[in-house]
Antibody, heavy 116, light 110 residues
Framework: EVQLVESGGDLVQPGGSLILSCAVS????????MHWVRQSLGKGLEWVSVIGATFDTYYADSVKGRFTVSRKNAKKTLYLHMNNLKAGDTAVYYCVKDLEGALESWGQGTLVTVSS | QSALTQPASVSGSPGQSITISCTGA?????????VSWYQQHPGKAPKLLIY???SRPSGISDRFSGSKSGNTASLAVSGLRAEDEADYYCVSYTGTNTWVFGGGTKLTVL
């Protein structure tokens, strides 16, 4: 069974930093592209970032230059390093496994709150 | 990376069929067949219903089907059930190694 478990969400001040983690199991992590998607409370979904199986990375314009996605295949873990956080980054962040360009399997999400 | 356009809400009675539209631009839906649809119940993570325009993952009911014409993709739900009441989102690949979501549609089963 595919499982993705996010952690690291917290309350952080504007301008602060945070690292989210996503531990996976049930599939060969090395072989798959992995995404981060976020959802502001009561709002819609927003694609954030993707890291390919070959470690290429891409970002939404809204986070480019502030967020960095990485992976450690030996640990079967995906990361999202978030810097210079803004109030607009407040959201539940989901870790998602890719399937042919679609968002196949989702974690339960971790809440990031940016507030003073 | 402009969001795809979905109706805010649709409704139908049990047993009926509904369709949710998702309109993009030539650079996303119009150019690529990487369109997918998701169902989200309150407080839950989204669930993949359709990928590559009209493919269903294992375990997804054939009551859900997808299609595309030009810059508009559609999700059809037949034989509406109470448990289909949820938010539905479309997603398209944009061609620049990024993806874009629709704004979401709330389906109400009357």
């Amino acid at each position: 069974e595919v499982q993705l478990v996010e952690s690291g969400g917290d309350l952080v001040q504007p301008g602060g930093s945070l690292i989210l983690s996503c531990a996976v199991s049930g599939f060969t992590f090395d072989d798959y592209d992995m995404h981060w998607v976020r959802q502001s409370l009561g709002k819609g979904l927003e694609w954030v970032s993707v890291i390919g199986a070959t470690f290429d990375t891409y970002y939404a314009d809204s986070v480019k230059g502030r967020f960095t996605v990485s992976r450690k295949n030996a640990k079967k873990t995906l990361y999202l390093h978030m810097n210079n956080l803004k109030a607009g980054d407040t959201a539940v962040y989901y870790c998602v496994k890719d399937l042919e360009g679609a968002l196949e399997s989702w974690g339960q999400g971790t809440l990031v709150t940016v507030s003073s | 990376q402009s969001a795809l356009t979905q109706p805010a809400s649709v409704s139908g009675s049990p047993g009926q069929s509904i369709t949710i539209s998702c309109t993009g631009a030539n650079g996303d839906i119009g150019r690529y067949n990487f369109v997918s649809w998701y169902q989200q119940h309150p407080g839950k993570a989204p669930k993949l219903l359709i990928y590559n325009v009209n493919s269903r993952p294992s375990g997804i009911s054939d009551r859900f089907s997808g299609s595309k014409s030009g810059n508009t993709a559609s999700l059809a739900v037949s034989g509406l059930r109470a448990e289909d009441e949820a938010d539905y989102y479309c997603v398209s690949y944009t061609g620049t190694n990024t993806w874009v979501f629709g704004g979401g549609t709330k389906l109400t089963v009357l």
